[in-house]
């Protein structure tokens, strides 16, 4: 049976203020002379390029806010909120995070959505989660945006799920380039798993 479309309404926000410059900054470019950095809420543009390259949950996070006409913070503002909440833990220049359930239990008590950790997520629950109006953020390979063929590892970094086809499932990638791989870029299902570490983060709308 054929499946119809569904492509969400969900603005496009990368982890990088000059979504423009993505290319640059995921080949090496120092992310504190982005010109856009203090947008971010960072008190420096140190602490921008430090948390910059971390931020692919806090993006995603902020498309959710926006698709549903919430107020969208700052990402470092963000950041703070959910290190706060356990979801990040900085060891001096080490992060370990996103960490899902702290992320999930978050969302839902700060901003009152429908959110859980999925630490087994299908295709077939996100094909169910996009068809019945929610949103998931997928854990899978940064290399996700060219399609590589051979991938050394899965999971890593978050990508939206906002749509998909029979054929293709439609992510908004944080760290995208802009010459489509940012917003609605189709990924191949039977692509999917080379990079999908078969976990992630349901989100739906306001719960209760």
């Not at 702290?102 to 299908?122: M, N, Q």
Request: hydrophobic share 45%.
């Amino acid at each position: 049976m054929a499946v119809s479309t569904i492509k969400h309404a969900v603005p496009y926000y990368s982890q990088w203020e000059s979504a423009a410059l993505v290319p640059e900054f995921v080949a090496g470019a120092d992310a504190a002379l982005d010109p856009l950095w203090a947008g971010s809420g960072a008190d420096s543009p140190e602490e921008y390029a430090f948390w910059a390259p971390r931020m692919c949950g806090v993006a995603c996070l902020r498309m959710v806010l926006g698709s549903l006409e919430l107020p969208v913070p700052p990402s470092v503002e963000l950041v703070k909120e959910l290190s706060a909440a356990g979801a990040y833990v900085r060891d001096g220049d080490a992060v370990k995070g996103l960490i899902h359930r702290p992320f999930a239990e978050y969302v839902t008590a700060r901003w009152g959505l429908d959110a859980r950790s999925a630490p087994v997520l299908d295709h077939r629950t996100v094909r169910d989660t996009l068809a019945g109006g929610g949103v998931a953020m997928l854990s899978v390979h940064w290399a996700i945006r060219t399609l590589t063929p051979v991938v050394e590892a899965r999971g890593g970094h978050l990508v939206l799920a906002v749509g998909a086809t029979e054929d293709a499932v439609l992510v908004h990638n944080p760290s995208g380039f802009p010459d489509g791989s940012q917003q609605y870029a189709p990924v191949p299902w039977a692509d999917l798993d080379r990079f999908y570490a078969g976990r992630g983060i349901l989100l739906g709308g306001r719960a209760g």
